[in-house]
């Protein structure tokens, strides 16, 4: 905390001390690593790519454009503004898919609680009441009639035609924005139907334009946010109660090799979530001993690792959590993982080497994950929950007699204590549970306003997390708070800017604010899929104050965005009516037209609009030129 971070830069691939020393083991094991391989392909990169000028979608191609050469169409006939957008939008439905897909299985989820058949239970009942209050289910049922009736209301949402009302934008969605989004015609319906229209659209020949392909983007943002996210946020909250504050543990000293160590990676919390509720039975733990360890304990490996941090207090089963997806090969050069449970994202491919090298059992525990010499592939079904929870603490067991003794184990000695919890419910608690108290410190100018920041981890500028640490300490040093979520809170909770140390590293008005309320001027709000939360509590914001989103003074901020969830996330900002920071830039430069609507004219369609550069400094002055900008529009 006390080194800056302009001073960690140089010869560095990570902000994050852990890495770096992680990173001399692994050269020094010959093994392949992230950083390595992002040298080697950045000598060799595309430059046609790199603009979204190239296209591989039919076999009249691959197709160039060099607009300047006179060489401005495919084959087909399309044109560079509308190849680089049809690119951006089918990595939008990738994301939206993978988001639509973590909603099915919070849903099923639910549904199996109602029937009797999974070993999951509801833990928040008044959430589960309110939000069945909020689309029309009557309450008066029994507990687990209600669950199965908003388990299947909620599945249903996701695929619903125009046609059909959406109920979930109606619930949760500004009152001010809806007759934006249905004058502009971007008024979604479900995810399902709107992903499907989407990839239909990016067939060669079928949409050439690109204003309709955005305007298809913008549909596809808002319906991952209303009829996937915030549904299944809200159902995780059901079913393992809504996140409150309370102190972590982070970073890759939170490992004890003397222990049996299981590893839940990706973005559900399911099997994780049992495994540590049913780790603290005092069986397992003698069992773990009986094979010569200390205990067994669980890790939070990146967004299934956030989701568990979020609502578990760490003790002697749940340790904490090791970071974001670029420290997943550092992690399991530790020689302290036993098992690497993996679902629906960020495991990356060539784990398979560091399994061997470092003797690590890799499970999959989803319907859709894979990576070569994978050992168990066990598909989530909730029936058999108990079971696969089961099988992975025996598996994990086993490891351990196998690993102990065999590996040498490095583990930096570096834990960082953070505050996680802060759902939308625990800030309103923090408040008196009213927007009163915000309004007036933001009214008072003791905070300038409010930046979400959600996005991944990238190589592309700089030093894994270096962006975002240095973004977010120049906000707060100009009293702007920040909610974050994604694989950047995990950057920020590990640097120490979620813990009340970093407050006096903020402005003197949020500094104030801070100390008065005990909270750490970085709120860690979770994983990449709380945008929808945070969603709502600008949602709650915009209604008290009965203005419309593009109106508050608030941005949005991705410093290192990375895969195709974090572009159907920035698309749902700009649709929402936020100020949208983007770094990198995405690779749509060589479409002149498409960048100035993204930056300029989508504006004064919805509101919101893309920003772009590299310099936290720079990008700091543009958010906040911004926010002071929306003050003086309200009068401040």
């Known amino acids: 905390m006390s080194e800056s971070i302009w001073e960690k830069t140089k010869g560095r691939v990570s902000y994050h001390d852990s890495v770096e020393e992680m990173l001399v083991r692994i050269r020094e094991d010959g093994m392949t690593n992230v950083f390595d391989r992002w040298v080697q392909q950045e000598k060799i990169r595309c430059k046609f790519c790199m603009q979204g000028l190239s296209c591989q979608l039919c076999s009249q191609g691959p197709c160039r454009w060099l ?14 503004d509308a190849n680089a957008m049809r690119k951006l939008l089918i990595q939008n439905s990738m994301g939206a898919a993978t988001y639509s897909h973590h909603a099915y299985e919070a849903y099923r989820t639910l549904k199996s609680i109602g029937e009797g058949t999974s070993a999951f239970q509801i833990k928040d009942e008044n959430k589960l009441k309110w939000m069945c209050q909020k689309l029309g289910i009557n309450t008066n049922q029994d507990i687990k009639q209600l669950a199965i009736q908003l388990a299947e209301l909620l599945e249903a949402q996701q695929h619903i035609s125009p046609q059909e009302p959406n109920l979930m934008v109606e619930a949760f969605a500004p009152q001010k924005r809806k007759d934006v989004w249905k004058k502009l015609n971007i008024y979604p319906a479900g995810t399902v139907h709107e992903q499907q229209n989407c990839i239909a659209s990016c067939l060669t020949n079928v949409d050439g334009d690109y204003f309709s392909l955005a305007i298809k983007a913008l549909r596809l943002g808002l319906a991952t946010i209303y009829n996937s996210q915030i549904g299944l946020e809200m159902v995780q909250d059901i079913i393992f109660g809504t996140p409150t504050p309370h102190e972590v543990n982070t970073d890759l000293g939170v490992f004890d090799p003397e222990y049996v160590n299981i590893v839940f990676n990706g ?72 098992v690497l449970a993996m ?51 025996n598996l994990g067991i086993e490891n351990f007699k196998k690993r102990h003794g065999r590996v040498k184990p490095y583990v930096p000695n570096r834990i960082q204590k953070a ?14 549970n009213k927007l009163d108290p915000l309004v007036d410190v933001i009214t008072g100018g003791k905070i300038k306003g409010v930046v979400a920041l959600v996005n991944c981890s990238s190589l592309r500028n700089g030093p894994q997390d270096w962006n975002t640490v240095n973004l977010a300490k120049e906000l707060i040093k100009r009293d702007i708070l920040i909610i974050s979520a994604g694989c950047g809170n995990h950057g920020l909770e590990v640097a120490g800017l979620c813990s009340l140390e970093a407050i006096d590293m903020a402005g003197e008005g949020l500094k104030a604010v801070c100390k008065l309320l005990k909270i750490p001027p970085v709120l860690s709000f979770g994983t990449c899929t709380d945008t929808g939360r945070i969603s709502m509590l600008v949602t709650a914001l915009a209604d008290h104050l009965d203005v419309d989103v593009p109106q508050l003074p608030i941005a949005v901020t991705a410093p290192e965005w990375m895969e195709q969830k974090a572009t159907i996330d920035g698309v749902f900002a700009v649709a929402f009516g936020t100020y949208t920071h983007l770094s990198p830039t995405p690779f749509v ?28 400094v720079s990008v700091a002055d543009g958010i906040e030129a911004h926010i002071l900008n929306k003050r003086k529009g309200l009068g401040l």
């Not at 607009?67 to 560079?80: E, F, R």
């Not at 010569?292 to 956030?306: F, L």
């Not at 505050?419 to 419910?425: M, Q, V, W």
Request: hydrophobic share 40%; net charge negative; with cysteine.
């Open 67 to 80: 607009p300047d050469k006179g060489v401005d169409k495919g084959v087909c006939g399309i044109g560079p």
């Open 419 to 432: 505050i996680a919890g802060f759902s939308t419910e625990a800030v309103l608690a923090a408040l008196g």
């Open 589 to 616: 430069t060589g479409a002149p037209n498409l960048v100035k609507l993204l930056t300029e004219n989508v504006e004064s369609l919805t509101g919101g609009k893309i920003a772009l550069g590299d310099d936290p």
């Open 343 to 393: 679902e629906e994202n960020c495991s990356p491919p060539a784990i398979d080497s560091y399994a061997e090298k470092y003797q690590v059992t890799l499970v999959a525990i989803s319907t859709i994950i894979g990576v070569p010499r994978i050992q168990e592939k066990i598909p989530y079904y909730p029936p058999q929950a108990d079971e696969i929870s089961e099988k992975l603490i």
């Open 267 to 338: 973005h559900q919390p399911w099997i994780g979530a049992l495994t540590i509720e049913k780790l603290h039975d005092p069986r397992y733990q003698e069992k773990a001993r009986a094979a010569g360890a200390k205990g067994i304990r669980v890790v939070g490996s990146i967004e299934t690792g956030q989701e568990l941090l979020q609502r578990y207090p760490v003790d002697e089963v749940f340790v904490g959590l090791m970071g974001n997806w670029l420290t997943i090969e550092p992690m399991l050069a530790t020689g302290a993982v036993d």
